[in-house]
């Protein structure tokens, strides 16, 4: 198991290489620069600028020295708030953005889980048709869709929950927690219920059952352990598409997370923060698939086994 | 030609086929899906024949307006006819769901193919990369590429559909596989084709079934990419429309006028709903193992 996460980390490094090097230069290489909008910039003033954050060094100069601040884990000087470091700016915007999809995620895999269970145990009747439709629901109704209208409906007709904020008034986490986990949710339902389906007509529950266990324990001991996995490999490409769907939903919502720096940072060609951010990210995601994929194998001892070796 | 590997192919096919279609037409949901799917494309592409407004034509003296008999979907604040947007708007998303899957299905067959044909190390080197780009940050990208080179639809298509081929190549691959090893392959290897047309005219074709199925899969996919990317501001550029960028303005006035959000809302869902169903159903008739769940 050892070896295997640490193949895996070294795997990681040119991934990230490629990345950070091909943002790097599709970046440097758009038209437009982060001080090119500004509107009256004198061109000694812009030179100057550009001077201060060696913008007028040659690329492959420039390459070479962000890479080089990066090994010291430090993302550079942010060029549209002065003064400010992406670090700060990262470490300013990643809570909201965590918590954000941690919530989204508990939403995904309770509600989600508890669907596919329901389908799964009376396939082919209205309990499983009911659930399975909401599902398909949740699959079709895009997240920038499903934000507004919640708010619409909970926040603006009904006045049940805020409509906009992150953490100031009670309350207003729950509908973006709710937005964001929808579609997953949707789709937990579907592999829990997938998943359950298969493992449910194998031999070893009819064993279990033979030998007179409770159905309780067949289900959530026996079944479930098997019935999870494809659930738990889903998780960490969930986590991919929760943090970039979370750009919709934190402008949906007005929440100062990561990805509405990181939009803004994208409109005002602001090259260190989209670096930092996009870096940030990908470090993230891999790091979340790994973890499933461990996970996954822990549950799984048919995989277990085979992953120190080499395929 | 016309060896033997040709005819038993062409047998196959029919009888596969047909049992297919028949497995479609009995399956309620996936008719249900196609019958929607063809009204609103067909009204969409009649759109200046449907609706006696212009598309830009607006009534400032109307503005926002609810839906009524002259404005069956209600007017925008700029007085603008809804149905009629919606229809214009329609093309524009259609068109991208069409073209991005396309430029999709384009890179995914071809990397797909090769792999799979090719086998050994260039297949585990290619679809290593494919591993690595699922597990990146796709909005990321397209973002950034809308973004940085100007804010074009046939930029949008190619970005999208850069970024959705990653499952076509996987199921092409696979397909590949165990199709390079049937007789009419070694038969056509014996002939002496060349590997291009040995891939793209025979093997290829056989694999058309999942090829459908997945393409109708990430048509829905690629018009959410595309409404995502609008809804940022990113997409479709005023005075033109698309589901969500007019999804977008709905947002922006959705306390005072709801139908401006809701009518373009129902359309997009609804449209989604038609694509997966019918995408479903075709999946079910032709029995292909997704690997999508």
């Given amino acids: 198991m050892a070896r295997f996460i640490w193949q895996r980390l070294l795997q990681a490094i040119p991934v990230l290489f490629v990345v950070i090097s091909a943002t790097f230069f599709l970046v440097r290489f758009a038209p437009g620069g982060p001080f090119s909008q500004e509107k009256a910039v004198l061109p000694e003033i812009k030179r100057a600028l550009e001077a201060q954050y060696h913008l007028d060094q040659p690329l492959l100069v420039q390459y070479g020295n962000y890479l080089g601040d990066l090994l010291h884990g430090d993302f550079g000087p942010s060029f549209k708030y002065p003064g400010r470091s992406v670090n700060e700016l990262i470490a300013s915007g990643f809570p909201a953005t965590a918590e954000l999809g941690l919530y989204a995620l508990l939403v995904a895999v309770i509600l989600g889980m508890a669907a596919g269970l329901m389908a799964a145990l009376r396939p082919h009747t209205w309990r499983d048709y009911l659930p399975m439709s909401l599902a398909m629901t949740g699959i079709c109704m895009p997240t920038l869709l499903l934000g507004p209208l919640l708010v619409l409906v909970f926040g603006i007709w009904l006045e049940w929950v805020p409509v906009s904020g992150w953490g100031d008034v009670a309350g207003d986490k729950i509908l973006p927690s709710l937005t964001l986990g929808a579609a997953y949710a949707a789709y937990v339902a579907r592999l829990t219920r997938g998943g359950m389906l298969e493992v449910l007509s194998q031999d070893y529950i009819r064993t279990a059952r033979a030998k007179g266990l409770p159905e309780r324990v067949v289900i959530f001991k026996h079944a479930l352990r098997g019935g999870v996995i494809p659930v738990v490999s889903f998780l960490g490409p969930a986590f991919a598409g929760l943090l970039s769907g979370s750009f919709v939903v934190e402008t949906v919502f007005q929440i100062p997370g990561l990805g509405r720096f990181f939009v803004q940072a994208a409109f005002n060609r602001d090259y260190t923060m989209i670096l930092g951010t996009t870096t940030f990210l990908a470090v993230l995601i891999i790091l979340f698939n790994l973890l499933s994929d461990v996970l996954a194998a822990w549950l799984n001892p048919r995989v277990r086994g085979t992953l120190g070796e080499k395929k | ?293």
């Fill in chain 2, 1 to 293: 030609m016309s060896t033997t590997a040709e005819a038993i192919r062409y047998e196959r096919g029919t009888s596969l086929w047909r049992d297919a279609w028949r497995r479609l037409a009995r399956n309620r949901l996936a008719v249900a899906g196609a019958v929607i799917l063809a009204f609103i494309i067909v009204a969409c592409l009649l759109a200046p024949w449907i609706s006696v407004y212009g598309y830009e034509e607006q009534d400032l003296v109307l503005g926002a307006a609810p839906p009524s008999a002259a404005h069956w979907l209600g007017t925008d604040t700029l007085g603008r006819d809804l149905l009629t947007r919606i229809l214009y708007g329609g093309r524009i998303s259609l068109m991208v769901g069409l073209t991005a899957t396309s430029v999709a299905l384009l890179i995914g067959v071809t990397w797909g193919a090769i792999a799979g044909y090719f086998g050994g190390r260039l297949d585990a080197m290619m679809m290593r990369i494919v591993d690595i780009l699922y597990a990146l940050p796709f909005m990321i990208f397209v973002v950034l590429l809308t973004v940085v080179f100007g804010r074009s639809i046939l930029l949008l298509f190619l970005a999208i559909g850069a970024v959705e081929w990653l499952t076509m190549a996987r199921i092409i691959r696979g397909q590949v596989q165990s199709l390079k090893c049937q007789e009419f392959v070694e038969a056509a290897v014996s002939l002496g084709l060349s590997r291009r047309a040995i891939i793209f005219r025979h093997i290829v074709p056989n694999a058309i079934g999942p090829l459908i199925v997945y393409t109708t899969l990430t048509i829905p996919a690629v018009m959410l990419l595309e409404a995502f990317i609008s809804f940022l501001g990113l997409g479709v550029q005023p005075p033109m429309s698309s589901w969500g960028s007019l999804i977008s303005d709905g947002v922006e006035t959705m306390e005072e006028y709801p139908w401006l959000l809701i009518y373009p809302g129902i359309t997009l869902s609804l449209t989604l709903f038609a694509l997966n169903f019918l995408g479903d159903g075709l999946r079910d008739a032709l029995d292909v193992r997704s690997s999508r769940d």
